[in-house]
């Protein structure tokens, strides 16, 4: 008898599995984190502007991605894959409320030296 299976596992395990690996290996490390306002004092008013936008993009793609993982359906036969799920979601929003408080910085320092054009 051959007790060693001939068969592929199913794609949908493999990505499961890869997903999860790469959730629990990636961590929490941009939780905590402090933004540095100082340094957006030293920048000019178009390069406040173009962080600006950036962030504003940062902050729309975390969203999006948030959202994907908030509405991802987990098989009940992955163990762990629902906390994994929440983890993952919660991470995303920590990282949504650094992006917020980067955001914050940059408008205020953008208050304090730039200048409203008189139009």
Known sequence: MDLISK??????????????A???LA???SIGR????????KMSCPELNSALGENAGEISQVAITRGKV??????RWLLGGSRVKTAVANRE????DQLKQRHDAIVAARARRCQRSAS
């Open 27 to 29: 961590g929490c490390s």
């Open 7 to 20: 068969a592929k596992p199913a794609p949908v395990v493999l990505v499961a599995l890869l997903l999860v």
């Open 34 to 41: 402090t933004v540095n306002a100082a340094k957006y004092d």
């Open 70 to 75: 908030a509405n991802t359906s987990v098989p």
């Open 22 to 24: 790469g959730f629990l």
């Open 93 to 96: 929003t920590a990282r949504i």
